[in-house]
């Protein structure tokens, strides 16, 4: 028996957003939904039948390669064994709809191992820390799997026992009009079992709060904004699930001297302009020792000299960025009778050699149209 199109069944253009099949196969599993159409072996079809639709289309890779290559190409990756199997893949769309739950398989979800929750912490450092890299000890507060029950919030010895009221199903199902609804169970609030003897150590939550201290290692070259991720340093998972990750995110202070421009650093430095007219060599700071820098003759001011490889580094890489010179020439405020008396002979001198030249470029112009 041939199977139909997935885009027909969720009534959906083959170029829908991922929001619009999401609103497709929501109005379809509500229309068919089980507890809304007790008994209808039909409807119960149609239910299936979307939700193994929308479990190809949500996902991308799933749907390029249906759209490339249609049932043929999914193989055996679609379709479900049972109803429990739909509600557990698609609590998303359907988990506490209009204040009650609209299906079985909550139980299923709420007592399967989950990953705990990420947790993210702000750093701040010192320029140099950033420059160089540095390893930091940090301390999170965080909730951690109670040692003592190993997160089965009953105390040692005992196990929780199945809930009396639902069957440990964690759900009780009630007639409103013409629908059946499922509801969490008041007992178990939906966990399908009760803790008749609480973990003394974390008196039943499974989990504790403690303060834990790390080391993180912070790579040379990192910037503002960047985060580092530590593997399992998150809160701790439930039942039996594995630890979320911790997020370092960093905050790098300014410096005194560079100011930075990515791996780039930038330095001023001022020279005098004798300095700048006949050349002469400077000393500018990197970020291990001073280098002596060439001044060449007639330098500008506002001119940046480039210094190959001794910026910051890329962080995991064996490269750096540069280090960039900008040259600022100081012009005195306050000068001796000398020092005036010979910067008037130069400007007598340079005076002279600019009208010299004029004379020369006016003659050559007269000269070549014939004017004496």
Request: proline letters at 5%; glycine letters at 12%.
């Amino acid at each position: 028996m041939s199977q139909r199109d997935y885009y027909e069944i969720l009534n959906v253009d083959r170029n829908a957003s991922g929001e619009e099949i999401k609103r497709a196969y929501r109005k379809m599993a509500m229309q068919h939904h089980p507890d809304r159409n007790p008994g209808d072996a039909a409807a119960e079809a149609k239910f299936k039948e979307a939700a193994e639709a929308y479990d190809v289309l949500r996902d991308e890779t799933k749907r390029a390669r249906y759209d490339r290559f249609g049932h043929a190409g999914m193989g055996q990756q679609n379709g479900f064994q049972n109803s429990e199997d739909i509600f557990s893949h698609f609590g998303d769309i359907f988990g506490n709809l209009f204040g009650f739950s609209m299906g079985g398989g909550a139980r299923g979800r709420r007592n399967r191992p989950q990953q705990g929750a990420d947790l993210r912490y702000n750093l701040g450092i010192s320029f140099r820390q950033a420059a160089k890299g540095d390893n930091v000890t940090i301390k999170i507060p965080r909730n951690a799997v109670c040692p003592e029950c190993k997160g089965s919030r009953a105390a040692p010895g005992t196990s929780p026992e199945s809930c009396r009221t639902c069957g440990g199903v964690g759900q009780v199902r009630h007639n409103q009009g013409f629908f059946q609804l499922s509801v969490p169970c008041p007992s178990c609030q939906g966990a399908g079992e009760v803790i008749a003897s609480p973990c003394p150590r974390c008196k039943g939550r499974g989990s504790i709060h403690e303060v834990r201290e790390l080391s993180v290692s912070i790579p040379a070259g990192v910037d503002t904004g960047n985060r580092l991720r530590v593997r399992g340093e998150g809160e701790g998972g439930i039942n039996g699930g594995p630890n979320g990750d911790l997020y370092v995110v960093l905050q790098v202070e300014n410096d005194d001297t560079f100011t930075r421009e990515g791996q780039n650093l930038l330095v001023s430095r001022e020279i005098s302009f004798v300095q700048a007219a006949l050349g002469d060599k400077l000393e500018v700071p990197t970020l291990d020792e001073p280098i002596m820098m060439e001044v060449p003759k007639g330098t500008q001011g506002g001119e940046i000299f480039r210094i190959t490889g001794k910026g910051l580094p890329f962080p995991g890489r064996q490269t750096s960025g540069d280090l960039l010179v900008e040259v600022k020439v100081r012009i005195p405020t306050r000068l001796t009778a000398r020092q005036e008396e010979l910067l008037r002979e130069f400007a007598e001198i340079d005076g002279a050699k600019t009208i010299n030249k004029a004379k020369k470029i006016i003659k050559k112009v007269s000269q070549a149209i014939g004017i004496d």
